[in-house]
């Protein structure tokens, strides 16, 4: 399945008509230990570059944004329960929400991994 | 991914200073953030595990951004209780306190250490403070005070159950101090000054040095199995759960000691006789309480409530959020803020407000984890 990046270190995995969202190791290198999400409720609306979730590591509070435009279909009830998730595995078990996804096209603006890669290298 | 704690763009921009470790830190894999203007260590392998770290074993903290004075000349005694209300008269050699820097009206300026030096006494004030804290003691003190500003000095400060033990085998005098004692002693030729103090609740050193010797000293404590050294983003978990302020947080020049429950820095004779800035007020507060009070809060759930947010009672805002983050050791959300006195008793329940959001916080007894100083030798 194909997956693209945003330059806001977030990740996007397409299936069909649905987009997992999470963020990326190197994201989650940078914040440090987690202890808290919050993942949008199912139903809410985002638009490209609006606020969808939050990231709490010990120290702050970071804003995930919407890689896309689409509707939720469902947060990760499992980042609840254990926030560290977000950590060991942010590109795996650790995804922040999934979504609908309402302009396709929009990916063509997002990078892929290896775009990411030398993105990151670059920083 | 965006850090909501934005930098203030108004800020003026002055050019970041580096420390004298600067080097040493990159080198051990720190990350350096920018810090009461300096480059400083936030973490090294993370937040979590250097904070449980220093509870377990022993913590090395740069706190050379801080500022270490010196106070001489006849009638420094009387000089200095013209500005903090502790009873530096009956501050024996050896032996140092923890005192408020007050404005004219009694509002906290600073907070700091007062160490009587025997010739002298030794002063560590915030570093991001610590400018205006020499400008205000220069402008204040009699003609005849000398002040030193000792900018030649480094501060490292070693914390943690095993941090005496550590320290003795470079520095056998620290294993005679005990919690809130000064003595001078030697290392490899140089002169440096250790005190049993801290600010993370557990045992543990300040040790002042100079800069040439940091780099040797800081590397001979670290070559020991239970060292390691620890940023600024556990110094500030550590603190919180101490119960401890951060000048700049939890206090600033609106608070006075005794909203600040700070009431144990006004010492007994200074009560008795005044004559401290802003003693009316104070003395007043103390007699017939303050109007609000800083408290700690436990946090329901998971979700950090942080400096800034606003507290309720039921429907009305009563107070704000000056310290807040997740507690490593606690294993949940702690905060500390001011609420009315009425409000200030252990177990009163309140809310505060996190993005829009109600989150239900309980009035705390501080510390969080218990104080591990030692105060007696051999204890």
Redesign the interface.
Known sequence: MPRFYTE???WVEVDGEIATVG?TDF?QG????I??V?VPDTGVELTKGGDAA????????????APVDGTVTEGNSAL?ED?ALANSDPEGEGWFFRMTLSDKAQLDGLMDSKGYKAYCDAL | ?????DMDEGAVAIETATLPLDAWHRAKGARMVEFAGYWMP??YE????E?LWTRENAGLFDVSHMGQLNLSGDGVVEALEALVPGDIAGLKPGRMRYSLLLAEDGGILDDLMITNEGDRFGIVVNGAVKWDDIAHLREHLPDQITLNHLDEQGLLALQGPKAAEALTTLVPAAADLVFMQFVRATWQGHEIGLSRSGYTGEDGFEISLPHAALPAFADALCAMEAVKPIGL?AR??LRLEAGLPLYGHDLDPAIDPVEGDLGFAISKRRREEGGFPGAARILGHLADGAPRKRVGLSVDG???V?EGAKIFDGEEEVGVITSG??A?SVGA?IAMGYVPTGLSEVGTALAAEV?GKRVAVTVASTPFVPHKYVRKTGA
């Open positions: 806001e270190h977030e963020i994201a940078q914040l440090g230990d202890v808290f919050e939050v990231v709490e590591s010990v120290k702050a509070a970071s804003d995930i944004y609840e926030p | 991914m965006s850090d909501t704690e936030i973490q993370g937040i979590m595990a904070h983003g500030d978990s998971k979700m950090p942080r983050g997740f490593p959300p993005r």
